[in-house]
């Protein structure tokens, strides 16, 4: 990838081609920067860098000035920088994540292609000490030179310790430039102004200021417009405000979905924030912001990455995933224009939160008869609902699947079929069918009890037996009959004996039944049996979830999904079905067998 290959923006390959002929002309060295024709193969060829960040730079003359810079360094060392090894990005300083930085790295640096590279400015390698002295440290394994147009250039170690101490002052002039102009808005906002940049979509920024005899901006007033409101103040038909209105109307009055407003404006024509069509996401980005109501607040929250992604390359860019608040002290308040009232935003906003639990596209519920029911083979984990595209069918998948950065990722990539819930609603309605089975698994769970409660009492005497055995030890030490290490021997034994059966007892406590929980049962027996006295065969997808949940159905596919267990949580333990699937999901019902 060359700059020619990779036109970017703001420079068009003709302009950077226009500027690279300036420069050569006012250096005087024609023949040595910007060669078109040479011959790429031989690593005898030098590549020169610069870089810019900000928009507005790009429109300034700073980019003549570095082409000019490389070339008078070019013509200082004697050696010819090709045309194609002519580097510009259009990106920040705080990474090595560039286009042009990229190809130099690997396809320069790695393969040993040229003898060095020029740097304009030590600013256009990196602001940042880590990804600079990475990069340093590469070059010097490969043998290639770096020359700096504002910094020593050696690899001393003199050289190298002022080339960081410079970039830890350029690191700490932009974090001095972000705190200003940070402390410059807030400065606004408490004058009664709004800060200093672009209004969020619905608004216009608007200003009052003058030029002063010294050529200087004055800003005397600044604050936000409703975008084109008409002479009432309201928003006119199709503007950006009348749409964001219309949005939470949408949505919090109507109970549309942000799907359906995404595709609704997109169907009438308006274009979303950047420009570009409206999505899901940019809908609901748009909704979340409170402003809408005049109330907003600078400096209120902050992104920083995320702690549980892998790091990865260090010089490479670390996105900000997270928004996180900031204490609340830091952030000051100021009003704009109201475009909807408190009371809808909220009512919007739950709304969107509530559709988004396990609800499709047109906010209709994905009626999921087994949703939190139904276990990843691999992983254990419960697995999540999704929606087949251009389907109203649906199936299961493992929620660790996407997780790919988080030490809980799974890699199962098979899914559950919907037909799945049918199977399993046709156990239970076999289940429902025979009174006997709730009779019998009480019967069994009341006699396990009963067990637990025998193995208890065991245990319990076991410990009574024992203590009375360390009485006696005691006893005999102060009698003579045992001296001291005998006695705490004996002592020692007896007491490990105790704590296991005490820890025996707690394993058994938390396995024995209560009797809240049989009376549940017994009121449970009678609710099943009045139900499958009725007909089960048109009870409701309410009244199928309701017998679920009070089963505590619990649903463990095998890793070839041919096969399934079925499981009761209420204290039951020998209430498992076992279903094998044929490749055409066809069920074949089994015998009730125990676990």
């Known amino acids: 990838m060359t700059v020619q290959e990779n036109a970017i923006e703001f420079i068009t390959k003709e302009k950077l081609d226009e500027y690279i002929a300036q420069a050569v002309k006012a250096a005087h060295y024609e023949n040595g920067f910007g060669i ?24 300034n003359n700073r980019l003549p000035e570095y082409l000019l810079t490389l070339a008078r360094m070019a013509k200082d060392q004697g050696v010819v920088v090709p045309r194609e090894y002519v580097f510009y990005d259009h990106v920040t300083g705080e990474h090595l994540d560039r286009p042009g930085m990229q190809f130099i790295r690997h396809e320069l640096v790695n393969k040993q292609k040229v003898m060095g590279i020029f740097f304009a400015d030590l600013r256009c390698l990196s602001r940042e000490p880590a990804p600079q002295q990475v990069f340093e440290r590469e070059c010097e394994i490969r043998g290639i030179r770096l020359v700096f147009g504002d910094a020593p250039s050696g690899m001393d170690i003199g050289s190298q310790f002022a080339r960081s101490a410079i970039t830890f002052s350029n690191k700490l002039t932009r974090m001095a430039t972000h705190g200003n102009a940070r402390a410059g808005n807030i400065g606004r906002v408490l004058k009664g102004w709004v800060p200093s940049h672009r209004a969020p ?17 004055q800003v005397k007033r600044a604050w936000w417009e409703i975008d084109k409101a008409g002479e009432d103040g309201m928003p006119l038909p199709g ?25 609704t404006l997109n169907e009438i024509g308006i274009r979303g924030p950047s420009g570009g069509r409206w999505a899901q996401d940019s809908v609901r980005y748009v909704m979340l912001n409170h402003c809408y109501t005049g109330k907003h607040k600078y400096n209120a929250t902050t992104r920083v990455p995320n702690p549980r992604r892998p790091l990865g390359d260090i010089t490479g860019a670390i996105k900000r995933t997270l928004r996180i608040a900031k204490p609340a002290g830091e952030s000051v308040e100021f009003s704009v224009p109201v475009l909807v009232s408190e009371e809808l935003w909220q009512k919007a906003n739950r709304a969107t939160r509530e559709r988004g639990r396990g609800r499709g596209k047109e906010g209709k519920s994905i009626t999921a008869l087994l949703r939190n029911r139904v276990f990843c083979p691999r992983c254990s984990k419960p697995m999540t609902v999704k929606h087949r595209s251009g389907s109203d069918k649906y199936y299961y998948l493992c929620s660790r699947l996407y997780h790919a950065h988080e030490a809980e990722h799974c890699a199962y990539r098979r899914f559950v079929p919907d037909t799945w819930d049918e199977a399993v609603w046709d156990c239970i309605y076999a289940i429902l069918k025979d009174d006997s089975w709730i009779s019998e698994r009480l019967s ?16 319990q005497q076991k410990i009574t037996l024992y203590q009375n055995k360390i009485v006696k030890i005691r006893e005999g030490f102060e009698g003579g009959l045992y001296n001291l290490d005998e006695a705490k021997v004996k002592v020692n034994d007896y007491q490990e004996v105790i704590i296991k059966a005490e820890q025996e007892i707690k394993r058994l406590t938390g396995l024995m039944s209560d009797h809240k929980l049989t009376v549940k049962i017994e009121d449970l027996k009678k609710e099943l049996r009045k139900l499958a006295q009725e007909n089960l065969d048109k009870v409701t997808f ?13 649903v463990y596919p095998s890793e070839d999904l041919k096969t399934m267990r079925i499981r009761c949580s209420l204290n039951f333990t020998t209430d498992v079905y076992s279903h094998p699937l044929n490749r055409c999901g066809i069920i074949q019902f089994a015998s009730l067998c125990s676990q």
């Open 444 to 459: 069994l769970a009341q006699k396990q009890n009963q067990d637990i409660d025998k193995l208890v009492r065991l245990e």
């Open 542 to 554: 309410a009244e199928k979830r309701d017998i679920i949940n009070k089963l505590g159905i619990k």
């Open 36 to 59: 078109s024709g040479c011959d790429l193969l031989k690593p005898i060829w030098w590549a020169g860098y610069c870089r810019q960040s900000l928009d507005q730079q790009a429109q």
């Open 239 to 263: 503007t950006p405000a009348d749409v964001i209105v219309k949005m939470f109307n949408w949505i919090g009055n109507e109970g549309r979905t942000v799907y359906w407003v995404a595709k």
């Open 201 to 217: 979509y619905g608004y216009v920024y608007k200003r009052d200021a003058e030029i002063t005899h010294d050529g200087r901006i």
